[in-house]
């Protein structure tokens, strides 16, 4: 069982039952966000939205449409500054950064910090654990960035989805990111998990059922 004093550590949710988890990554993106909240509106489910603080700065309002359509809000770091290519302090700079941002704009701290890249590092996850957050990565990743990004190859890699997996996706275009793809192969990427009877939960659901294992 987790101690209370210590957050979580999640990359998979767990394998019995029917969730899974839905993440997007980088926004938010004043093109590509709204189209995917409207996706995932007409498919009645919701999502984990990791942010970078000072793209949220800059799109405050949308922040605030992404939680007011009950998504989750994730900090995802202040800059995306890779966290093995900067001091300690600044990396804890980056976390504690992010999350000030995302607590400024809606009033409420989040629980949740993925690393940029997902690359982990000491001082970075202590500092979110101090900030209250659990850290979380992934188990499935659509790969919809560089040449790998293209629409069929998102929608046969998104169709491996499990019970359990926690589903790594990009509204913000970051450089090489395909938002543009991906918005492609989600409509039926969402339409398929219903059919497959797996539903999208919130991470709250899969943490609490660490806790208590």
């Not at 979380?136 to 960035?145: E, F, I, K, Q």
């Amino acid at each position: 069982m987790t101690s209370p004093h210590t957050r979580p550590f999640l990359k998979q949710g767990p394998a019995a039952g029917d969730r899974m988890y839905l993440t997007f990554d980088d926004g938010p993106d004043p093109d590509w966000t709204p189209r995917i909240l409207d996706l995932l509106a007409d498919a009645g489910v919701h999502a984990t939205f990791f942010v970078v603080g000072r793209r949220a700065r800059e799109h405050g309002a949308l922040l605030r449409r992404v939680a007011g359509a009950g998504h989750a809000v994730g900090n995802h770091s202040f800059g995306h500054r890779h966290p093995w290519l900067v001091s300690p302090s600044v990396a804890r700079s980056e976390v504690r950064d992010g999350a000030a941002a995302i607590a400024d704009l809606l009033g409420e701290a989040p629980s949740y910090y993925r690393p940029p890249h997902g690359r982990l590092r000491r001082c970075a996850m202590d500092e979110a654990q101090r900030c209250g957050e659990s850290v979380v990565l992934w188990s499935r990743s659509a790969v919809d960035w560089g040449v790998l990004g293209r629409s069929h190859a998102i929608a046969a890699r998104l169709r491996e989805t499990e019970a359990g997996d926690i589903v790594l996706m990009h509204d913000g275009r970051g450089g090489i990111n395909r938002p543009d793809a991906l918005c492609r192969a989600l409509p039926r990427f969402l339409a398929d998990l219903r059919l497959r009877g797996l539903t999208p939960a919130p991470l709250a659901a899969a943490l609490h059922a660490l806790s208590v294992s």
